[in-house]
């Protein structure tokens, strides 16, 4: 999968205060990107697979998993903590699911610190593909790394 | 689980938990007496609770997974760097949960009983909460309930959200899910 990662904001730049911004997260899923995830998943809906059904059920071509798309999210959340604490520091993640994405476009996942409190930040993330926002009222509760 | 569903099968009411509405920091709350605000006509088993689905995690799968979402922290690939950050084996990316859930909300979301018609439906939003990290080699067990159908007569939508909460082998939660899917027309 051709992968942008992150900004060069590093894991360390992150100021875990309110009204700070998360570090941008930019994907751009290749061509068998849904085949692999739903090999990786087990969702082999043929929405994500199958580029003739897509189309015969009213949709521009294979549409990516809502899923795929939320572990962007996840990332975005993580990959701000960074290191060994990263996949231990995501404790919830909720998101609701608009509008599609496909292959083969960039997504990109932004954020913003909501509150800081006893050790755990609340973000607010979005994720975008062109001016779509694929994925709306992302809400995260990380633990903030050590020493912050 | 108390209250309605105790017995595996509910009486046809609508049960009213707002996705926005306070919450207990772990979610899904499977101990929870629903709020029941208002009744309609539903045939779905609002309440049922299905069996335990176990799901043994691997190494391979977890590279898989990471490798299929772009998850790069050598945590999830490396044993050494895995163990040399004192975990058994590799460690899962959080929204594994897809993945060792996925026989358990698959027999949920198909059961002819529930009637979701599948080529209407979308996903329309999803919770989790984490407790603890898990690596490979570990079992799990995911326990799913049909918490709410709900059907808004206004856009024509019926919501169906289903519960899941994962324990260890010792018992203990280590993450729940809500899944919220929206079947577009009356459903079932």
């Known amino acids: 999968m051709s992968d942008d990662a992150t900004t060069p904001e590093t894991p360390e730049a992150v100021r875990w205060e309110a009204g700070a911004a998360l570090p941008e997260l930019a994907v751009t899923p290749d061509k068998y990107l849904t085949v692999r995830y739903a090999g990786a998943s087990g969702d082999f809906n043929p929405i994500h697979v199958d580029e003739e059904f897509a189309q015969q059920v009213g949709l521009p071509g294979r549409i990516l998993h809502g899923l795929w798309t939320m572990a962007q999210v996840a990332r975005a959340a993580t990959e701000a903590v960074g290191g060994d604490e990263a996949p231990g520091s995501l404790r919830r993640l909720e998101v609701a699911f608009r509008g599609m994405a496909v292959p083969e476009h960039p997504v990109v996942v932004t954020g913003e610190i909501k509150a800081v409190e006893d050790g755990l930040a609340t973000l607010s993330l979005t994720a975008r593909q062109g001016k779509a926002r694929v994925v709306r009222g992302g809400r995260a509760v990380v633990r903030v790394p050590e020493a912050n | ?188």
């Open chain 2, 1 to 188: 689980m108390g209250g309605p569903g105790a017995a595996g099968y509910d009486r046809p009411v609508l049960v009213d938990r707002s996705l926005r509405g306070p919450r207990r920091a772990t979610g899904h709350d499977p101990g929870a007496e629903p709020r029941v605000t208002h009744a309609t006509t539903t045939t779905a088993p609002v309440g049922k609770r299905y069996d335990p689905v176990v799901y043994a995690l691997g190494r391979e799968k977890i590279r898989e997974y990471a490798r299929a979402v772009g998850e790069t922290n050598p945590l999830h690939h490396d044993v050494a760097a895995a163990r040399a950050a004192g975990h058994e084996d590799v460690v899962a990316p959080p929204m594994f949960v897809v993945v060792y859930s996925a026989e358990a909300i698959g027999t949920a979301m198909f059961d002819p009983e529930v009637g979701i018609d599948m080529a209407r439906l979308v996903h329309g939003a999803q919770e989790f909460t984490w407790d603890r990290v898990l690596v490979a080699g570990e079992e799990v067990s995911t326990v799913m309930t049909l918490d709410e159908v709900r059907h808004v007569e206004t856009a024509d939508l019926t919501y169906y959200v289903f519960g899941a909460t994962t324990t260890d082998a010792a018992g203990e939660v280590v993450s729940t899910g809500v899944w919220t899917n929206i079947v577009r027309g009356a459903g079932s």
